[in-house]
Protein backbone atom coordinates (compact mmCIF):
# COMPACT_ATOMS: atom_id res chain seq x y z
CA UNK A 1 0.00 0.00 0.00
CA UNK A 2 1.74 3.32 -0.62
CA UNK A 3 1.57 5.90 1.49
CA UNK A 4 -0.56 8.74 1.05
CA UNK A 5 0.88 12.18 0.07
CA UNK A 6 0.31 15.58 1.98
CA UNK A 7 -1.34 16.92 -0.63
CA UNK A 8 -3.72 13.93 -0.54
CA UNK A 9 -4.20 14.28 3.73
CA UNK A 10 -4.12 17.89 4.02
CA UNK A 11 -7.28 17.95 1.42
CA UNK A 12 -9.06 15.29 3.42
CA UNK A 13 -8.98 17.56 6.17
CA UNK A 14 -10.12 20.45 4.69
CA UNK A 15 -12.67 18.67 3.59
CA UNK A 16 -13.69 16.96 6.85
CA UNK A 17 -13.63 20.27 8.41
CA UNK A 18 -16.11 21.32 5.96
CA UNK A 19 -18.31 19.21 7.10
CA UNK A 20 -18.29 19.71 10.59
CA UNK A 21 -17.40 23.51 11.02
CA UNK A 22 -20.49 24.71 9.63
CA UNK A 23 -22.61 22.60 12.19
CA UNK A 24 -20.62 24.39 14.94
CA UNK A 25 -20.72 27.33 13.51
CA UNK A 26 -24.26 27.30 13.83
CA UNK A 27 -24.35 25.99 17.43
CA UNK A 28 -22.13 28.71 18.77
CA UNK A 29 -24.34 31.29 16.67
CA UNK A 30 -27.48 29.62 18.13
CA UNK A 31 -25.82 29.63 21.77
CA UNK A 32 -24.73 33.53 21.29
CA UNK A 33 -27.98 34.88 20.38
CA UNK A 34 -30.74 32.61 22.36
CA UNK A 35 -31.89 34.65 25.08
CA UNK A 36 -31.85 33.14 28.44
CA UNK A 37 -35.50 32.14 29.46
CA UNK A 38 -37.10 30.19 31.72
CA UNK A 39 -40.01 28.93 30.02
CA UNK A 40 -40.49 26.24 26.76
CA UNK A 41 -41.36 28.82 23.89
CA UNK A 42 -42.10 27.58 20.63
CA UNK A 43 -41.09 30.86 18.25
CA UNK A 44 -40.32 30.92 14.38
CA UNK A 45 -36.95 30.97 13.10
CA UNK A 46 -34.89 33.74 15.00
CA UNK A 47 -34.34 36.82 12.94
CA UNK A 48 -30.61 37.87 12.81
CA UNK A 49 -30.73 41.06 10.86
CA UNK A 50 -32.49 43.03 8.52
CA UNK A 51 -31.42 44.17 5.40
CA UNK A 52 -33.52 47.48 3.89
CA UNK A 53 -34.48 46.53 0.38
CA UNK A 54 -37.06 49.54 -2.08
CA UNK A 55 -39.99 47.13 -1.67
CA UNK A 56 -39.67 44.98 0.93
CA UNK A 57 -36.85 44.90 3.57
CA UNK A 58 -34.75 41.69 3.16
CA UNK A 59 -35.14 39.57 6.51
CA UNK A 60 -31.77 37.27 7.19
CA UNK A 61 -33.13 34.73 9.75
CA UNK A 62 -31.79 31.75 11.45
CA UNK A 63 -33.54 29.32 8.66
CA UNK A 64 -31.39 30.90 6.12
CA UNK A 65 -28.03 30.59 8.01
CA UNK A 66 -28.83 27.07 8.80
CA UNK A 67 -29.42 26.36 5.17
CA UNK A 68 -26.11 27.59 3.86
CA UNK A 69 -24.63 25.70 6.87
CA UNK A 70 -26.34 22.55 5.30
CA UNK A 71 -25.00 23.20 1.29
CA UNK A 72 -21.52 23.48 2.71
CA UNK A 73 -21.50 20.80 4.75
CA UNK A 74 -22.69 18.44 1.58
CA UNK A 75 -20.74 19.97 -0.50
CA UNK A 76 -17.36 19.28 1.33
CA UNK A 77 -19.39 15.54 1.67
CA UNK A 78 -19.53 15.24 -1.71
CA UNK A 79 -15.95 16.43 -1.95
CA UNK A 80 -14.67 14.30 0.39
CA UNK A 81 -16.57 10.80 -1.10
CA UNK A 82 -15.13 11.57 -4.38
CA UNK A 83 -11.57 12.77 -3.26
CA UNK A 84 -8.56 10.25 -5.01
CA UNK A 85 -10.78 8.46 -6.63
CA UNK A 86 -9.02 5.10 -8.58
CA UNK A 87 -9.94 2.05 -10.93
CA UNK A 88 -8.47 -0.40 -8.88
CA UNK A 89 -8.20 -1.09 -5.51
CA UNK A 90 -10.90 1.71 -4.77
CA UNK A 91 -11.28 2.85 -0.80
CA UNK A 92 -14.27 2.39 1.43
CA UNK A 93 -15.78 6.08 0.82
CA UNK A 94 -15.28 5.39 -3.50
CA UNK A 95 -17.70 2.45 -3.27
CA UNK A 96 -20.13 4.29 -0.78
CA UNK A 97 -19.72 7.03 -3.63
CA UNK A 98 -20.21 4.61 -6.04
CA UNK A 99 -23.21 2.81 -4.29
CA UNK A 100 -25.23 6.25 -3.83
CA UNK A 101 -24.99 6.98 -7.26
CA UNK A 102 -25.76 3.66 -8.29
CA UNK A 103 -28.84 3.69 -6.01
CA UNK A 104 -30.28 7.35 -7.26
CA UNK A 105 -29.19 6.23 -11.21
CA UNK A 106 -31.65 3.41 -10.77
CA UNK A 107 -34.24 5.09 -9.01
CA UNK A 108 -34.70 8.30 -11.29
CA UNK A 109 -34.04 5.72 -14.34
CA UNK A 110 -37.14 4.06 -13.23
CA UNK A 111 -39.11 6.22 -12.35
CA UNK A 112 -38.89 9.10 -14.67
CA UNK A 113 -37.21 7.32 -18.22
CA UNK A 114 -33.89 7.29 -20.00
CA UNK A 115 -35.07 10.92 -20.91
CA UNK A 116 -34.27 12.23 -17.83
CA UNK A 117 -31.17 10.66 -16.86
CA UNK A 118 -29.80 13.99 -16.54
CA UNK A 119 -31.78 14.80 -13.50
CA UNK A 120 -29.94 12.46 -10.43
CA UNK A 121 -27.38 14.85 -9.54
CA UNK A 122 -30.97 17.55 -9.22
CA UNK A 123 -32.85 14.96 -7.87
CA UNK A 124 -29.59 13.59 -5.47
CA UNK A 125 -28.93 17.37 -4.21
CA UNK A 126 -32.83 18.11 -3.32
CA UNK A 127 -32.71 14.63 -1.41
CA UNK A 128 -29.46 15.35 0.83
CA UNK A 129 -30.59 19.21 0.76
CA UNK A 130 -34.18 18.06 2.77
CA UNK A 131 -32.52 15.33 5.04
CA UNK A 132 -29.89 16.97 5.80
CA UNK A 133 -31.75 19.65 7.09
CA UNK A 134 -34.25 17.56 8.92
CA UNK A 135 -31.57 15.87 10.98
CA UNK A 136 -30.23 19.01 11.87
CA UNK A 137 -33.01 19.72 14.52
CA UNK A 138 -30.68 16.52 16.00
CA UNK A 139 -28.31 18.65 16.95
CA UNK A 140 -30.35 21.24 18.92
CA UNK A 141 -30.61 23.61 16.07
CA UNK A 142 -33.58 25.23 14.08
CA UNK A 143 -34.30 23.31 11.02
CA UNK A 144 -34.43 25.03 7.64
CA UNK A 145 -37.08 23.31 6.67
CA UNK A 146 -39.46 23.83 9.62
CA UNK A 147 -39.63 27.21 7.68
CA UNK A 148 -41.99 27.82 5.07
CA UNK A 149 -39.89 30.05 3.02
CA UNK A 150 -37.28 27.38 2.23
CA UNK A 151 -39.15 24.72 1.43
CA UNK A 152 -41.28 27.23 -0.20
CA UNK A 153 -38.27 27.99 -2.64
CA UNK A 154 -37.72 24.21 -3.72
CA UNK A 155 -41.13 23.75 -4.29
CA UNK A 156 -41.29 26.95 -6.47
CA UNK A 157 -38.27 25.38 -8.57
CA UNK A 158 -39.84 22.40 -8.80
CA UNK A 159 -42.56 24.02 -10.26
CA UNK A 160 -40.96 25.80 -12.73
CA UNK A 161 -39.34 22.89 -14.15
CA UNK A 162 -42.92 21.58 -14.40
CA UNK A 163 -43.77 24.15 -16.35
CA UNK A 164 -40.67 24.03 -18.29
CA UNK A 165 -41.20 20.75 -19.41
CA UNK A 166 -45.11 21.46 -20.39
CA UNK A 167 -43.57 24.17 -21.97
CA UNK A 168 -41.58 21.82 -24.11
CA UNK A 169 -44.11 20.67 -26.55
CA UNK A 170 -44.80 24.67 -27.70
CA UNK A 171 -46.95 27.10 -25.60
CA UNK A 172 -49.59 26.27 -27.85
CA UNK A 173 -50.36 22.75 -26.47
CA UNK A 174 -49.29 23.93 -22.92
CA UNK A 175 -52.75 25.99 -23.03
CA UNK A 176 -54.08 23.01 -24.70
CA UNK A 177 -53.20 20.88 -21.57
CA UNK A 178 -55.55 23.26 -19.53
CA UNK A 179 -59.08 22.13 -21.43
CA UNK A 180 -58.37 18.68 -21.19
CA UNK A 181 -60.55 16.49 -20.39
CA UNK A 182 -63.66 19.09 -21.27
CA UNK A 183 -62.97 22.71 -22.41
CA UNK A 184 -65.03 24.24 -18.79
CA UNK A 185 -62.51 22.21 -16.44
CA UNK A 186 -60.13 24.71 -17.34
CA UNK A 187 -60.46 26.73 -14.66
CA UNK A 188 -59.85 24.08 -12.23
CA UNK A 189 -57.40 22.62 -14.14
CA UNK A 190 -55.65 26.43 -13.53
CA UNK A 191 -56.05 26.14 -9.75
CA UNK A 192 -54.72 22.63 -9.34
CA UNK A 193 -51.92 23.78 -11.21
CA UNK A 194 -50.66 26.51 -9.10
CA UNK A 195 -52.19 23.67 -6.01
CA UNK A 196 -49.38 21.53 -6.99
CA UNK A 197 -45.80 23.56 -5.25
CA UNK A 198 -48.37 24.98 -2.46
CA UNK A 199 -49.14 21.16 -1.32
CA UNK A 200 -45.16 20.40 -2.03
CA UNK A 201 -44.56 22.79 0.21
CA UNK A 202 -46.91 22.45 2.81
CA UNK A 203 -46.50 18.63 3.05
CA UNK A 204 -43.07 18.87 4.05
CA UNK A 205 -43.07 21.85 6.16
CA UNK A 206 -46.33 20.49 8.36
CA UNK A 207 -44.59 17.36 9.16
CA UNK A 208 -41.40 18.96 10.30
CA UNK A 209 -43.39 21.71 11.94
CA UNK A 210 -45.30 19.52 13.62
CA UNK A 211 -42.64 17.35 14.62
CA UNK A 212 -41.11 20.63 16.65
CA UNK A 213 -43.72 21.33 17.90
CA UNK A 214 -44.53 17.90 19.20
CA UNK A 215 -41.36 17.88 20.50
CA UNK A 216 -41.72 20.89 22.43
CA UNK A 217 -44.81 20.05 24.19
CA UNK A 218 -43.54 16.42 25.52
CA UNK A 219 -40.42 18.36 26.74
CA UNK A 220 -42.82 20.62 28.78
CA UNK A 221 -44.95 18.23 30.36
CA UNK A 222 -41.80 15.98 30.60
CA UNK A 223 -40.65 19.06 33.24
CA UNK A 224 -43.87 19.43 35.02
CA UNK A 225 -44.10 15.63 35.62
CA UNK A 226 -41.00 15.77 37.26
CA UNK A 227 -41.50 18.85 39.28
CA UNK A 228 -44.82 17.21 40.13
CA UNK A 229 -43.21 13.79 41.41
CA UNK A 230 -39.68 15.55 42.82
CA UNK A 231 -41.08 19.07 43.84
CA UNK A 232 -41.07 18.09 47.60
CA UNK A 233 -37.27 17.84 47.72
CA UNK A 234 -34.96 20.14 48.77
CA UNK A 235 -32.72 22.32 46.25
CA UNK A 236 -31.41 21.56 43.50
CA UNK A 237 -32.31 18.10 43.50
CA UNK A 238 -36.06 19.35 43.00
CA UNK A 239 -35.70 21.39 40.22
CA UNK A 240 -33.84 18.78 38.03
CA UNK A 241 -36.12 17.59 35.18
CA UNK A 242 -34.78 13.96 35.50
CA UNK A 243 -37.82 12.82 33.24
CA UNK A 244 -36.24 15.09 30.23
CA UNK A 245 -33.29 13.38 29.88
CA UNK A 246 -33.73 10.59 27.38
CA UNK A 247 -37.60 10.42 26.50
CA UNK A 248 -37.32 12.91 24.10
CA UNK A 249 -34.68 11.85 21.99
CA UNK A 250 -37.19 8.39 21.42
CA UNK A 251 -39.84 10.26 19.53
CA UNK A 252 -37.13 12.41 17.68
CA UNK A 253 -35.58 9.45 16.64
CA UNK A 254 -39.07 9.16 14.89
CA UNK A 255 -39.63 12.95 14.48
CA UNK A 256 -36.69 13.50 13.13
CA UNK A 257 -34.72 10.91 11.69
CA UNK A 258 -37.62 8.35 10.14
CA UNK A 259 -39.62 11.75 9.26
CA UNK A 260 -37.32 14.03 8.11
CA UNK A 261 -35.59 11.18 5.79
CA UNK A 262 -39.30 9.94 4.83
CA UNK A 263 -40.61 13.52 3.73
CA UNK A 264 -36.95 14.40 1.44
CA UNK A 265 -37.78 11.01 -0.09
CA UNK A 266 -41.16 11.97 -0.79
CA UNK A 267 -40.39 15.56 -2.16
CA UNK A 268 -37.46 14.10 -4.61
CA UNK A 269 -40.34 10.98 -5.66
CA UNK A 270 -43.18 13.75 -6.38
CA UNK A 271 -40.67 15.89 -8.26
CA UNK A 272 -39.74 12.84 -10.22
CA UNK A 273 -43.26 12.38 -10.84
CA UNK A 274 -44.73 15.45 -11.53
CA UNK A 275 -41.57 16.77 -14.15
CA UNK A 276 -41.98 13.14 -15.86
CA UNK A 277 -45.63 13.33 -15.85
CA UNK A 278 -46.04 16.95 -17.10
CA UNK A 279 -43.90 16.08 -19.97
CA UNK A 280 -45.52 14.52 -22.99
CA UNK A 281 -42.20 12.59 -24.10
CA UNK A 282 -44.00 11.06 -27.34
CA UNK A 283 -45.29 14.03 -28.76
CA UNK A 284 -42.04 15.92 -28.51
CA UNK A 285 -40.46 13.21 -30.05
CA UNK A 286 -43.06 13.40 -33.17
CA UNK A 287 -42.51 17.23 -33.35
CA UNK A 288 -39.23 16.63 -33.34
CA UNK A 289 -38.79 14.34 -36.25
CA UNK A 290 -41.73 16.58 -38.24
CA UNK A 291 -39.15 19.65 -37.75
CA UNK A 292 -36.24 17.71 -39.11
CA UNK A 293 -38.34 16.42 -42.17
CA UNK A 294 -39.28 20.15 -42.89
CA UNK A 295 -36.21 21.30 -42.71
CA UNK A 296 -34.86 18.78 -45.18
CA UNK B 1 -65.79 46.61 27.16
CA UNK B 2 -61.77 46.28 24.99
CA UNK B 3 -60.89 43.63 26.97
CA UNK B 4 -64.38 41.34 26.38
CA UNK B 5 -63.37 42.24 22.73
CA UNK B 6 -59.85 40.72 22.91
CA UNK B 7 -61.09 37.82 25.11
CA UNK B 8 -63.54 36.81 22.22
CA UNK B 9 -60.78 37.34 19.76
CA UNK B 10 -58.57 35.06 21.56
CA UNK B 11 -61.23 32.39 22.26
CA UNK B 12 -62.67 32.73 18.51
CA UNK B 13 -58.87 31.60 17.49
CA UNK B 14 -58.19 28.79 19.45
CA UNK B 15 -61.93 27.48 18.87
CA UNK B 16 -60.77 27.90 15.19
CA UNK B 17 -57.63 25.81 15.74
CA UNK B 18 -59.32 23.10 17.34
CA UNK B 19 -62.04 22.82 15.01
CA UNK B 20 -59.43 23.35 11.89
CA UNK B 21 -57.74 20.12 13.29
CA UNK B 22 -60.89 18.04 12.89
CA UNK B 23 -59.86 17.34 9.58
CA UNK B 24 -57.28 14.65 11.47
CA UNK B 25 -60.28 12.08 11.22
CA UNK B 26 -60.05 11.96 7.25
CA UNK B 27 -55.88 11.27 6.73
CA UNK B 28 -56.42 8.65 10.11
CA UNK B 29 -59.18 6.66 7.87
CA UNK B 30 -57.80 6.84 4.91
CA UNK B 31 -54.02 5.97 6.24
CA UNK B 32 -55.57 3.14 7.89
CA UNK B 33 -56.89 1.53 5.16
CA UNK B 34 -54.08 1.89 3.08
CA UNK B 35 -51.94 -0.05 5.71
CA UNK B 36 -54.19 -2.24 5.87
CA UNK B 37 -54.49 -3.07 2.23
CA UNK B 38 -50.46 -3.05 2.11
CA UNK B 39 -50.96 -6.09 5.13
CA UNK B 40 -52.90 -7.90 2.78
CA UNK B 41 -50.73 -7.78 0.23
CA UNK B 42 -48.10 -8.43 1.83
CA UNK B 43 -49.57 -11.72 3.78
CA UNK B 44 -50.35 -12.81 0.14
CA UNK B 45 -46.91 -12.28 -1.78
CA UNK B 46 -44.56 -12.23 1.09
CA UNK B 47 -41.86 -11.40 -1.38
CA UNK B 48 -42.65 -8.11 -2.65
CA UNK B 49 -42.70 -6.68 0.66
CA UNK B 50 -39.89 -3.94 -0.26
CA UNK B 51 -41.67 -2.23 -2.94
CA UNK B 52 -44.99 -2.62 -1.36
CA UNK B 53 -43.67 -1.15 2.77
CA UNK B 54 -42.17 1.81 0.10
CA UNK B 55 -45.01 2.43 -2.05
CA UNK B 56 -47.42 2.16 1.12
CA UNK B 57 -45.28 4.82 2.81
CA UNK B 58 -45.25 7.21 -0.18
CA UNK B 59 -49.54 7.20 -0.51
CA UNK B 60 -49.71 7.92 3.14
CA UNK B 61 -47.44 10.58 3.24
CA UNK B 62 -49.48 11.73 0.07
CA UNK B 63 -52.92 11.12 2.29
CA UNK B 64 -51.42 12.73 5.52
CA UNK B 65 -51.54 16.24 2.86
CA UNK B 66 -55.15 17.63 3.41
CA UNK B 67 -54.18 16.76 7.65
CA UNK B 68 -51.29 18.91 7.61
CA UNK B 69 -53.62 21.89 5.91
CA UNK B 70 -55.38 21.89 8.95
CA UNK B 71 -52.21 21.83 11.32
CA UNK B 72 -50.70 24.74 9.64
CA UNK B 73 -53.81 26.46 10.00
CA UNK B 74 -54.29 25.56 13.34
CA UNK B 75 -50.76 26.58 13.91
CA UNK B 76 -51.54 29.93 11.95
CA UNK B 77 -54.07 30.87 14.19
CA UNK B 78 -52.29 29.70 17.46
CA UNK B 79 -49.22 31.35 16.96
CA UNK B 80 -49.87 34.02 14.04
CA UNK B 81 -53.82 35.44 14.36
CA UNK B 82 -54.02 36.38 17.93
CA UNK B 83 -51.50 38.76 17.29
CA UNK B 84 -52.59 40.34 13.91
CA UNK B 85 -56.29 40.14 14.91
CA UNK B 86 -55.83 42.32 18.11
CA UNK B 87 -53.64 44.59 16.36
CA UNK B 88 -56.14 45.35 13.54
CA UNK B 89 -58.90 45.63 16.74
CA UNK B 90 -56.83 48.29 18.66
CA UNK B 91 -55.91 50.24 15.34
CA UNK B 92 -59.70 50.10 14.35
CA UNK B 93 -61.10 51.24 17.94
CA UNK B 94 -58.04 53.78 18.10
CA UNK B 95 -56.54 53.34 20.70
Known amino acids: MKQKSF ?30 SNGVEITGARIFFTVPMPIQDLIITEAQINSLCVMIALSGLCLFLTHGLKTRD ?25 YFSGFVPFIISIFGLSAFSSFMSLLGLFPPTSDINIVGGW ?8 TYYKMKCGPLSYLKGFAQPVAFLAPINFISEFATPISMAFRHYGNV ?40 AILSAYFDVFSGGLQAFIFAMLTMMYVSDGFAIDEYFARKTAKQNINK | MLELAIGILLGGCALGAGCAMIAGIGPGIGEGNAVAAACEAIGRQPECKGSVTSTMLMGCAIAETTGLYALVIAILLIFVAPNLLVNILLKAVGA
Open chain 1, 155 to 162: ALLVFFLI
Open chain 1, 209 to 248: LSGSVIAVLIATALQGLSNLLLGWLPGFLGEFPFLQIGIP
Open chain 1, 7 to 36: RFIAADILYISMMILPFLAAIVLKVLTTPL
Open chain 1, 90 to 114: VSIRQHLAEWIVEKVDKLVKESMGD
